[in-house]
Nanobody
């Protein structure tokens, strides 16, 4: 059974930083692309960032380019998202996902998702 568990969400002031983590078990970790998505109340889910299985390719939504950095450790089955210079509009539930392919913030193939971790950025 695949388990995806996010952690690291918190309340932070604008301009601050957070690091989200995600652990994945029950699948062959390095056979999957990984991604972070977010969803704010009343808004559609947005693909924030992807990283390829080989660590060689990354994608960032325009709204987070230059502020967020995605990374993965295939030896530890973990995915991270370093978020700097946070803005109130970054407030959302952040989800980790694993899928065969992630291109441009879109997942292809069967995907597995976590329950999310809440990030709240105060002005």
């Amino acid at each position: 059974q695949v388990q995806v568990v996010e952690s690291g969400g918190d309340l932070v002031q604008a301009g601050g930083s957070l690091r989200l983590s995600c652990t994945v078990s029950g699948l062959s970790f390095d056979d999957y692309d990984l991604a972070w998505f977010r969803q704010a109340p009343g808004k559609e889910r947005e693909g924030v960032s992807c990283i390829s299985r080989s660590n060689s390719n990354t994608y960032y939504a325009d709204s987070v380019k230059g502020r967020f950095a995605i990374s993965r450790d295939n030896a530890k089955n973990t995915l991270s998202l370093q978020m700097n210079s946070l803005k109130p509009e970054d407030t959302a539930m952040y989800y980790c996902a694993a899928a065969p392919v992630c291109i441009g913030g879109v997942l292809y193939g069967n995907s597995d998702w976590g329950q999310g971790t809440q990030v709240t950025v105060s002005a």
